[in-house]
């Protein structure tokens, strides 16, 4: 464990001692003992725990043996052994449209929306349908907070913290569908854990997450998250401007290392080989036909499981001589709607005997808006378009 803290040292300010007694009211905690005597022993001892440190605490669980399913059940019970501690942080002082700026400005709309329950009742439907939105604040921390404290080692926080997310999502969705079919009786059975669960959040960010990421973070790391929050989106308040600190203050960002294979292509996000652009292009469930801005064929997909057959043959060629002249004005039309910038898709769906196809073109276009050619997408939807209802579990027998 002293080997870990070290290496987290430059993240998280405490001592192995400080550690030590936090992990000892954990595991005494989980060993059933009585948590208002761990409080007042803890309080005792060291009168109260940082943000930080809560959250190196979570990292540890695994490596005291225990798992994410016990952290999740008995995580509220946790916190309030060291709620006061807590309690006395927080993240303020940011300036507007810092990314943790632009969270504690959701999370006021937030609890506002919890208070209207708890309190008057008014414009219920409005309400409910505005936490619903709730879902964009969740979604944007687990594609943005998230890995960059899974870069620095710290997993442990938001995968317990994404499980909570999916339960309130869930108790939100069955209050509003309450609501909605009129059953009064079952929505204030399940309302108040909703409620609950969504001001326990707002909590854990306050006080726990908004003061680790503050503490851990670099100046790169905000100035990343925030170039990239507005591509997820806002709930309940307009898009900010992007944050930038002064320029003095910034490092330059590491570059990324691609490796092992030096051939690699840097996409707008990411960056893959060849033989993984090819491998991924053979595996995708459809035929995929590249025709360029001279409407000459460049690529197409040679998969195992193709709706059309394709041979090397049609490389080169104008893609209006690919279809039977019966189409020949089909393709005319959509590809000068696509050239002049009227239309960008086209859709078709067809019975090919016990099939069925859909065949949809798509305008592409570089960053200026200049047309670069077609992309033709073909796939078999029979299967898809006889699912109903939901399958939310891993099932490989259906």
Known sequence: MSEFL???SSKINTSANRVD?????VTDFFAGAEPSTLKARFEAELGSITAGEFAYAEQLMDKYGFTDDQLHHKIEDLINIFRSGLEAGGSTGLPAGHPIDNYIAE?????????????PRENLEATYEKLLQVDIHYTRKENQLFPIFEKYGFDKPSKVMWTIHDDIRKAIKMCHQLFNNGNMEKLAELEPKMLQGLQGMVFKEEKILFPTALEMFDENDWIKMSAGDAEIGFCFIETPEPWTPS??????PEPVVIEPDGDAIRLDEG????EQI??????????VTYVDENDEVLFYNRGDNRVFPRS??????????????????VVEAILNAFKSGEKSEASFWINMGKIFVLIKYYAVRDDNGTYRGT???SQEISEIRALEGERRILDWDK
């Open 107 to 119: 999370n006021i709309e937030i609890k506002k929306l919890a208070k209207n329950l708890l309190g």
């Open 278 to 287: 090819n491998m991924m292009l053979k595996v995708i469930p459809f035929d």
């Open 247 to 252: 320029v003095t203050e910034i490092a330059e």
């Open 375 to 377: 992309l033709e997408v």
């Open 312 to 329: 090397p043959e049609i490389i080169g060629r104008k893609v209006q001589n690919c279809h039977p002249p019966k189409s020949f004005h």
């Open 21 to 25: 007694a936090i992990m000892r009211t």
């Open 6 to 8: 070290n290496d987290m």
């Open 271 to 274: 960056a893959l080989s060849p």
